[in-house]
Structure formats: C-alpha cells, structure tokens
C-alpha cells in the first residue's frame, strides 16, 4: 500500500515532467529506473496515462518482491542464535537491549 501510495504521489507531483525534462535536458529516453521506459512511452504517446501508471505499479512489485527475496536469504535468523562463536557478542547486545528497557 506504500508504494502504491507513493507511486500515486509522484504522479500527482509532476514525475511526467520530470521525465520529459530529463528527456530534453540529456537526449536520453533510456533509463534503469522503475517507471523510467513507461513514462517514456507514455510521453510518446505509445500509452495512456493510466496504463503507465499501472506498469509502473506492477514493476515496482516486482522490484519489492525481488528486494524481499534477496533479504530473506542475506541474513538467517538462526545464524545469531546458534553460532556459538556469536554466543557472546548476543549476550552483549541483549543485555545493552535489556539495559535501556523499562522494569
């Protein structure tokens, strides 16, 4: 919903311009940012306004799904538990944690 809203706003806030912009400023209609090819081929009239939007909706799914997928197997949760090496560095950082809890 986030990024919904968010895609929503920068809609509302001119992110067309700012492509066409960019587009006239460096003569360049290709970009790697999400949204960047569909607002191009909207300027160019190979696309409604609302089906632009809703490209840039699905990529940007994608992108966040992707992100999920590549964090989910960055960082395993059971590595800080059940490394004994860790075993002291999380006793550390518990009782800091504790430290600043309210009793």
């Given at each position: 919903?986030?990024?919904?809203?968010?895609?929503?706003?920068?809609?509302?806030?001119?992110?067309?311009?700012?492509?066409?912009?960019?587009?006239?400023?460096y003569s360049?209609?290709?970009?790697?940012t999400?949204?960047?090819?569909?607002?191009m081929?909207?300027?160019?009239?190979q696309?409604?306004?609302?089906e632009?939007?809703?490209?840039?909706?699905?990529?940007?799914?994608?992108?966040?799904?992707?992100?999920?997928?590549?964090?989910?197997?960055?960082?395993?949760?059971?590595?800080?538990?059940?490394?004994?090496?860790?075993?002291?560095?999380?006793?550390?950082?518990?009782?800091q944690?504790?430290?600043c809890?309210?009793?």
């Open positions: 919903e986030r990024a919904k809203d968010r895609i929503q706003s920068m809609f509302t806030q001119g992110v067309v311009q700012e492509v066409e912009n960019f587009y006239k400023t360049l209609d290709t970009n790697q999400i949204g960047f090819q569909a607002i081929n909207h300027i160019k009239n696309g409604n306004l609302d632009t939007i809703a490209e840039v909706h699905i990529k940007t799914r994608q992108y966040i799904k992707r992100q999920r997928t590549w964090f989910k197997h960055q960082f395993p949760f059971d590595l800080c538990i059940e490394d004994p090496l860790m075993a002291i560095s999380n006793q550390c950082i518990l009782s944690i504790k430290s809890l309210p009793v």
